[in-house]
């Protein structure tokens, strides 16, 4: 029996409608089997990394941040098999630098060396760019004191004579600082707070152009770390006669603060951070590398050289440690009567 022509042209167009349909339902199928496998191989653990890690350093060139990234950058490089970039992006106390972390993807390409500024900036400015609490800790790297570098043609030789010198002409001493609210800015702070004297404050972008403007006779002294003072005290264009810490320093065995100003200490800090929702097993695998990379010792001889302290933290303990920076700061800030902006 002969179908009619339309009969013919209805049948034909429900045969491709149902190879459509099939076809679509093929396409599904995979797409849901490409989405288990791609779920499995994430919680398996992707490979990482796949391309070169930025490595911000929210500071300009020169200063004891870019000296510890050298101290690991380069080793970690070779355990990871890509390329570390570092980018120093500074400006405002860190912030700029910390606010290109909080919009980089979470995947570990992107990653931020820290210093105490960052427990700092809460509490010094009323709008950050970002939430310091999502960060992700990798490690806290190392700490150190500040060493105090003072211009080499200053009438004193001791801490004690400084502060004398600050009492009876107050105000006439300047400090270069690395911005507002930076830890040689609360170091300076709580100095002048707890010896009774007014050392004024002079910003700069960086620990650099401090050191710079201090060798050059345009600002009286620095608090920086004792590896980028140590060519300008070597060169005599500045002494240094007191730090930070508690103990003696150096082979120098520089005397600390505390000794002319007694209860008074404050510690540097450096860490490593990734952006909010970087898997944990990113941050795993660089914590691991990193604690094999600081256990070296020409790692250690290099670190020990500059007087800092190797700590390579786990990330629980660099996120507790965050925390307890973030109590401390807040206490000073709000001691030297320093207020948000």
């Known amino acids: 029996m002969l179908l009619s022509a339309h009969r013919i042209r209805d049948h034909s167009r429900r045969r491709r409608m149902g190879q459509v349909i099939r076809t679509l339902a093929l396409v599904a199928t995979m797409a849901a089997f490409s989405g288990l496998a791609i779920e499995n191989v994430a919680a398996q653990g992707a490979p990482y990394p796949t391309k070169p890690i930025k490595l911000i350093i929210p500071y300009a060139p020169g200063g004891g941040t870019d000296a510890v990234a050298a101290a690991f ?20 106390n860190s912030v700029i630098g910390t606010a290109l972390l909080a919009q980089a993807p979470p995947d570990g390409q992107t ?54 010198y600050a009492k009876a002409n107050p105000g006439k ?51 920086s770390g004792y590896e980028t003072v140590r060519p300008f005290v070597e060169s005599g264009k500045m002494k240094a ?28 800090w450096l860490g490593l951070i990734a952006p909010a929702g970087t898997p944990p097993a ?36 660099a996120k507790t440690y965050l925390a307890k920076e973030m109590e401390k700061s807040k206490s000073i800030i709000e001691s030297i009567g320093l207020k948000p902006e």
Do not use: C, W
């Open 73 to 92: 950058s380069d080793k970690l490089s070779q355990k990871l098999g890509q390329p570390i970039v570092k980018e120093n992006h500074a400006g405002s």
């Open 111 to 164: 990653l931020l060396v820290v210093t105490a500024a960052i427990a700092n900036n809460p509490f010094l400015y009323s709008k950050l760019p970002y939430q310091t609490e999502t960060f992700v800790p990798v490690s806290i790297l190392t700490s150190y004191p500040f060493v105090l570098g003072v211009r080499a043609n200053l009438p004193f030789n001791s801490m004690q004579e400084l502060i004398a």
């Open 173 to 223: 001493l300047t400090a270069g600082t690395s911005g507002r609210g930076a830890g040689a800015q609360l170091a300076l702070g709580l100095l002048n707070k707890s010896a009774g004297i007014q050392i004024r404050d002079i910003p700069f972008k960086g620990a650099g152009e401090s050191l710079n403007n201090v060798a050059g006779g345009f600002v009286d002294m620095v608090f």
């Open 241 to 268: 006669f007191a730090h930070t810490g508690t103990e003696p320093l150096g082979t120098e065995r520089i005397p600390p603060i505390a000794d002319a100003v007694p209860g008074f200490e404050y510690l540097n």
């Open 282 to 317: 990113v941050t795993e695998k660089l914590n691991a590398e990193l604690k094999a990379i600081f256990a070296q010792q020409d790692v250690k001889d290099r670190l020990a050289a500059q007087n800092i302290t190797s700590v390579a933290s786990t990330s629980a303990e």
